[in-house]
């Protein structure tokens, strides 16, 4: 089986999360795409996140009924920061001999990949999958392999899509009662609007 990985904070999810799992999906013709909402994203240990029960909700919502998704609150119910490593070496314990991984993050994710928790090993459990962002340069791998060894023949770059929707701006619009629609899938702006979230936030 080839598996996709997509983490995130989820805050909330919104259609460029699923344009990314669709296209690598398509890419690479994996079986599955796995959304995984971190639980306490160390990265963000400063910004204020929503609680994990309507992030992981949220995301239910938006890939119910679509083939080949699912999620897993793997990292919502484990203790302590969320590490990407310890979300690979749990699923390797789930998955069978000849499966393969390949963990879906963004250019601007690529480029601070140093910065993260044990990266070498990281890579040994997986392939990278590299997208776009706009406004974010292509990272340069050559430089990322002097700080990571073996890293750049476990990277798969992708050039799209494309697609300009961030999770901050969604915030940012429902706390100024401005639409968000198209942003996110109808849904999800349904619980939203119901459950009252980020009302008077002012997020950047």
């Given amino acids: 089986m080839k598996l996709g990985v997509l983490g995130g904070t989820f805050d909330p999810v919104h259609n460029g999360h699923l344009a990314v799992a669709e296209e690598v999906k398509d890419r690479l013709d994996l079986n599955e795409v796995l959304f995984v909402p971190a639980?306490?994203?160390?990265?963000?240990?400063?910004?204020?996140?929503?609680?994990?029960?309507?992030?992981?909700?949220?995301?239910?919502?938006?890939?119910?009924?679509?083939?080949?998704?699912?999620?897993?609150?793997?990292e919502v119910e484990r203790e302590g920061p969320s590490y990407t490593l310890d979300t690979l070496a749990e699923l390797w314990h789930r998955l069978g001999t000849g499966d393969e991984v390949y963990f879906i993050l963004g250019w601007d994710g690529l480029s601070q990949f140093p910065r993260w928790h044990a990266p070498e090993r990281i890579i040994r459990l997986c392939c990278l999958v590299a997208v776009p962002r706009p406004g974010v340069i292509r990272p340069d791998l050559a430089a990322l392999e002097g700080?990571?060894?073996?890293?750049?023949?476990?990277?798969?770059?992708?050039?799209?899509p494309q697609?300009?929707?961030?999770?901050?701006?969604?915030?940012?619009?429902?706390a100024r009662g401005v639409s968000i629609t198209g942003l996110v899938p109808q849904v999800v702006e349904d619980y939203i609007r119901e459950q009252g979230l980020y009302l008077g936030e002012r997020q950047g």
């Fill in 39 to 74: 639980g306490q994203p160390w990265l963000k240990a400063d910004t204020p996140v929503s609680p994990a029960a309507h992030r992981v909700a949220m995301v239910r919502l938006a890939i119910d009924g679509i083939a080949h998704y699912s999620t897993s609150n793997m």
């Fill in 163 to 174: 697609v300009d929707i961030r999770a901050s701006d969604i915030r940012e619009r429902v």
């Fill in 147 to 160: 700080s990571i060894q073996g890293l750049s023949e476990r990277v798969i770059m992708l050039d799209k």
